[in-house]
């Protein structure tokens, strides 16, 4: 008997067919593309004023080239080793104040039955993401003033304290404010894609969890936190390489020179010492050196986490 | 159209207009070094078209200009401020327009109002050299921001004969008022300079107090004496005058903080002089510093300033004056003041007075009455260095134009009947309120567009008319506001020719340490004198000690020592 011929079944795509068939979605995902091949990939080319002593007016054929010079210089100012502590220290802080707060909410939010309660509150806390630092930062100073701060002047009427306390205005308090301010302003959209990452876990784990017996706090502990445990991991690279980030808007906000201890960071330094001072050179080279320690910082988190069984963010 | 259709033409549209969006915020003016130097290209139009495009070199002034065979644009920087009155906008209003129909139209000149933030003029040009899109001239009231712009290159060199030929009217006014002395930097001829009437004085700057405070405080009159004025603080916090911290207090704020002339030692040592009497970078560390700071301290511990003044912003001091809270308000006061006419609606029985400089005296604490002089230097203006000849010729043009006597006066006072009116004396008088108006003057009756040939705001010849003509009118101590204002001059330029005033060391050659610094210093200056001010007066010593350890160590040794070499090489200049 002849053996029946199998009918041959293509199971890849050439990528002319994959274009011929979603060239809308390809079209789609060229905006984002441009977008990052222009602001991203287009400046690189302007790196190059780290190593040179760039003038403005002159340009890069004009300026002198100096090699390492402008890293030197940088590692020996006293001012930059305060904005690089600063900037590790208040990053680390943020992430470990601000990182879980997203999360928890998001697993609140997810309990919440009424949806009408829900939706309401996930607009109130994703309020404080559409406000600018300036507004937060004025707003704040008006309200936590040591002698005629809302704050202040409700817990002296009230007697709980004799003196107002300066939370903005000493270093040590200002540090828990200005933390606590920014885990106020980001938890709620960050809610966002853990939301989305529950929204994406089987319905049918939390039935079986159901018919085991678990209650409310075993399914959000064993089925809910596992099922957004790639989302947690991947959120938590991506922001490892922002430890040696900071910002200026944010910084600027709550300035008072009282603080500056604490409030010195590198995006300060480098708007002071480059952009404000048409020192484009040293900017750079402290961009780039922020650049570089960031993606250390992820190559070694997303190493770390893969070593643990996780599936990493490259 | 089928949904599928529709959708494909939307996804292409959007994609579309996104990619051009984002490649046409790549394009725009070709970068420094892609643009060939401004003299060879303009050299090389010039050999084309020799005559034409060279006017202006017969005949000497306005009278030998002929327009440009081709429009030259003309772009001239203007500084855009707050405009409390509601003023256009700088750039662009009734009297740039004015500009363009009466001088640009007439020699083919596109003229253009560059807007820079006052207060932030490095950074804006730093950002427009390197964009290649540097105005055809910088300028700057402040020399050591000046010498900076050359530093960077910002600046090019120009010929003084060819100069002369083409504005000589703006050139004698400058050999009139000795200032053809300041043209070189680094042995380079890069600087013109407008004039500043009255500038052995700062008579327009006015501190205003509370007159019926001093009163209720048993005093007659603004004590000039530190020791007198201590006791009517004293008295005005036992009254309770006012708020609880009647002096304000506001963060320090932009060129010019903590000035420490009353503090220093006279007669001055030049040394001293020249590498540390600096108007933009505090001089932390010195001894006239150091008494400043000490009597800052002193009145902050006393709980007469704010004792958050750290963070308040300049706002405040309209704001606390307006409303009551303190005892005195700066500014520079012309005719027409907003703030006055906000204190006066507010406190319709306050009286107020001006300080009043009594001329030379030295107190027992070791403070005089002297003060920082203008200077006779208005605005130090430089040819940008990627100005072309033909852009340069057209700002010479445009300078000599704007020296005739006759734009000058249009330009300062503005039209009659609608700006200015005359007095019986034949002087003209500006309108005090021109709100509304399509031909309000900006900031201070134009002074930011005129400035390029005098910073005066009246100098007819006559002082007493011009001193007094800056005197605020029409509210209730203004018949006192004119002649305060009057002997204050008088009192400052007493000082000035006793030999207790001088106007600010000038550097021939950059200051590398200054233009590295200087930002860098100012920043922290700030954060050590609010530390040494709030600190207690037990600590007042030690604090100043280690402040000063600090800023000499972050830079202003080594601003020092640069200015010590220059001037010890020739290259400053000097006392009277």
């Known amino acids: 008997m002849a053996k029946a011929k199998e009918p041959k079944v293509r199971t890849t795509t050439t990528w002319s067919k994959a274009i011929k068939r979603d060239w809308q979605l ?27 002593d760039y003038k403005p007016a002159k340009g890069y054929a004009g300026s002198k080239w100096v090699g390492f010079a402008t890293f030197q210089k940088i590692f020996q100012d006293a001012d930059f080793l305060r904005a690089l502590k600063n900037s590790l220290v208040f990053n680390l802080l943020d992430l470990l104040v601000g990182f879980p707060m997203p999360i928890i909410l998001a697993l609140m939010l997810n309990e919440l039955r009424f949806m009408g309660f829900k939706k309401v509150t996930q607009t109130i806390l994703y309020l404080p993401h559409f406000l600018s630092w300036a507004i937060i930062g004025s707003v704040a100073y008006t309200m936590f003033r040591p002698s005629t701060g809302l704050v202040n002047v409700l817990l002296m009427n009230a007697g709980w304290i004799e003196q107002g306390i300066p939370f903005l205005t000493e270093k040590w308090h200002w540090a828990v404010t200005y933390l606590l301010i920014g885990v106020w302003q980001g ?117 770390i986490a893969k070593a643990l069984g996780e599936e990493g963010l490259l | 159209m089928k949904k599928n259709t529709l959708q494909k033409v939307l996804a292409t549209a959007l994609v579309s207009t996104m990619a051009m969006g984002a490649l046409t915020a790549c394009g725009g003016e070709a970068a420094p070094e892609a643009s060939a130097p401004a003299k060879e290209e303009s050299s090389a139009a010039s050999e084309s078209t020799p005559a034409e495009s060279t006017p202006a070199e017969t005949v000497a002034g306005i009278e030998g200009f002929v327009p440009f065979e081709s429009t030259v644009t003309l772009q001239i920087p203007i500084y855009q401020r707050a405009t409390p009155n509601g003023a256009a906008d700088a750039g662009d209003n009734y009297w740039t327009n004015w500009v363009q129909e009466n001088f640009g139209d007439k020699y083919n000149i596109d003229v253009e109002y560059i807007t820079l933030d006052r207060g932030q003029e490095n950074e804006q040009y730093a950002l427009l050299a390197a964009a290649g899109k540097l105005p055809v001239c910088c300028f700057e009231y402040d020399y050591p921001d000046v010498t900076l712009y050359q530093n960077e290159g910002y600046l090019q060199e120009y010929d003084i004969d060819w100069f002369k030929q083409i ?80 002096l304000g207090g506001t963060k320090i704020e932009g060129n010019g903080a903590d000035q420490n002339y ?99 005296m030295t107190f027992a604490d070791g403070t005089c009455t002297a003060y920082r002089p203008n200077g006779d230097c208005g605005q130090y203006i ?104 009057w002997a204050n001059y008088q009192g400052q330029l ?63 040794q080594a601003i020092i020592d640069e200015k010590a070499e220059a001037y010890n090489s020739g290259a400053t200049t000097h006392l009277r």
Not at chain 2, 265 to 278: F, I, K, N, S, V
Request: hydrophobic content about 40%; overall charge negative; proline content about 3%.
């Open chain 2, 382 to 485: 430089g040819f940008s260095s990627q100005a072309t000849e033909e852009q340069m010729k057209a700002f010479a043009m445009y300078l000599e134009w704007m020296c005739q006597d006759d734009v000058f006066f249009t330009l300062k006072y503005g039209l009659e009947g609608i700006n200015f009116n005359y007095d019986a004396d034949g002087n003209p008088v500006y309108v005090e309120d021109q709100t509304g108006l399509a031909e309000q003057q900006g900031h201070n009756n134009n002074v930011d567009m005129w400035c390029l040939v005098e910073a005066s705001a009246a100098a007819t010849g006559d002082a007493e008319k011009d001193i007094k003509s800056c005197a605020p009118v029409g509210y209730p101590d203004s018949d006192k506001f004119a002649e305060q204002i």
């Open chain 2, 167 to 246: 504005a000589p009217t703006y050139w004698q006014r400058m050999v009139d008022n000795g200032l053809d002395a300041y043209t070189e930097i680094n042995g380079e001829n890069v600087l013109l300079v407008g004039s500043r009437a009255y500038g052995n004085t700062n008579y327009q700057f006015t501190t205003f107090y509370r007159q019926d405070w001093v009163e209720a405080a048993g005093f007659t009159e603004y004590p000039s004496d530190p020791d007198e004025l201590m006791k009517l603080y004293a008295k005005i916090a036992e009254l309770g005058l006012g708020g609880e911290h009647f």
């Open chain 1, 187 to 303: 938890m709620g959209w960050g809610t966002i894609l853990y939301l989305a990452a529950i929204a994406g876990i089987n319905g049918e784990l939390y039935e079986a969890a159901i018919i085991d017996g678990a209650n409310r706090w075993q399914k959000m502990w064993h089925v809910t936190l596992p099922g957004i445990r790639s989302t947690v991991v991947t959120l938590l690279i991506m922001n490892l390489g922002r430890v040696m980030g900071s910002n200026l808007e944010r910084l600027t906000a709550f300035d008072n020179t009282q603080v500056r201890d604490f409030e010195y960071q590198l995006a300060i330094y480098i708007y002071n010492k480059g952009l404000g001072n048409g020192k484009f050179s040293m900017g750079t080279a402290v961009g780039l050196f922020q650049s570089l320690v960031g993606l250390i910082l992820v190559l070694v988190s997303d190493k």
């Open chain 1, 26 to 52: 390809y079209l789609l995902l060229l905006i984002p593309v441009i977008l990052v091949i222009v602001f991203n990939y287009a400046a690189y080319p302007g790196l190059r004023m780290a190593f040179m």
């Open chain 2, 494 to 556: 007493a000082c000035f020719e006793a030999g207790m005033v001088a106007p600010d060391c000038k550097f021939g050659v950059t200051i590398a340490a200054s233009d590295e610094y200087k930002d860098t210093l100012f920043a922290k200056y700030a954060e050590l004198r609010d530390k040494i001010v709030m600190g207690s007066v037990d600590d007042f010593e030690a604090n100043y000690e280690a402040a000063s350890k600090e800023y000499l160590a972050a830079g202003y």
């Open chain 2, 262 to 360: 009353p503090y220093r030692t006279y007669p001055l040592d030049e040394l001293t002089w020249a590498t540390t009497g600096d108007y933009v970078i505090p001089a932390l560390s010195t001894e006239a510093q150091k008494a400043l700071l000490k009597k800052q301290n002193e009145l902050y511990n006393l709980g007469y300033i704010d004792p958050e003044y750290n963070t308040r912003t300049s706002d405040f001091a309209v704001s606390d004056f307006v409303s009551g809270q303190v005892f005195t308000y700066s500014c520079y006061s012309t005719a027409k003041n907003d703030v006055l006419d906000q204190f006066y609606a507010a406190n319709p029985d306050a009286h107020l007075g001006i300080v009043v400089n009594p001329g030379p």
